[in-house]
Every structure is written in C-alpha cells, then in structure tokens.
C-alpha cells in the first residue's frame, strides 16, 4: 500500500513562495507517475503537476506554467512542488497523487492520495 504525506503548505502573500514535499511510502519498482492536484473552496479538483520517477518527464496546468516547477527526489522517495509569483488564485488545499506505469494529469487516473496541505495566499 502507498501512502503519500504532504507537508510545507501556508500562508503567503501575494508575489511569494512556496515548497510543498510530499513523502511516499511502500512503493513498488517500476516506472511510477507522482502528480500536485489542487481543490480551491468550491471547485472542483483540478491538476497542477505531474512528473515520472524515471527519466523526469514534466506535465504542467496552462495556468501555473512558468511560476510552478515539480521536481522529485528518488533517493528520499520525495515530490517536490516550488511555487513562485503566488497569486490569490493559487489558494486551495493541495494533494500529491501517484500512479503507475503510465503518466498523465488525468485525476481519475491517479490510485493513490496524500490528505493534502493548505496553500493560502492573501493579496
């Protein structure tokens, strides 16, 4: 069973930063995809980010491209989410997700879920 932590959310102003990590445990060899999700108050869940565990093809949201840069760590088993220039926009809870072998930023095909982590940006 994987299981997926997701720590550094926050308050922030508008124009900051943020790192989120999420923590995976009991993954199984092979090629796995690690995504972000966000769900905003009143919204439905929408996709950020995603990246392979092998070679580090990224998939990126139209909306966060260019402030927003997933990275992973293998040996720490760790997704990574550094988000730049923060707009009030960017306010929702945010979840890592992972799947395998095949990657996309579609939700419904992501198995497993962390509980999330705020993300709160005032203006």
């Known amino acids: 069973e994987v299981q997926l932590v997701e720590s550094g959310g926050g308050s922030v102003q508008a124009g900051g930063s943020l790192r989120l990590s999420c923590a995976a445990f009991?993954?199984?060899?092979?090629?796995?995809?690690v995504a972000w999700f966000r769900q905003a108050p009143g919204k439905e869940r929408e996709a950020v980010a995603a990246?392979?565990?092998?070679?580090?093809?990224?998939l990126y949201a139209d909306s966060v491209k260019g402030r927003f840069t997933i990275s992973r760590d293998n040996t720490k088993n760790t997704l990574y989410l550094q988000m730049n220039s923060l707009v009030p926009e960017d306010t929702a809870m945010y979840y890592c997700?992972?799947?395998?072998?095949?990657?996309?930023?579609?939700?419904?095909?992501?198995?497993?879920w962390g509980q999330g982590t705020q993300v709160t940006v005032s203006s």
């Open positions: 997700a992972a799947r395998t072998p095949y990657c996309s930023l579609r939700e419904g095909a992501f198995h497993y």
């Open positions: 990246i392979t565990t092998d070679g580090g093809r990224t």
């Open positions: 009991g993954y199984t060899a092979g090629r796995w995809c």
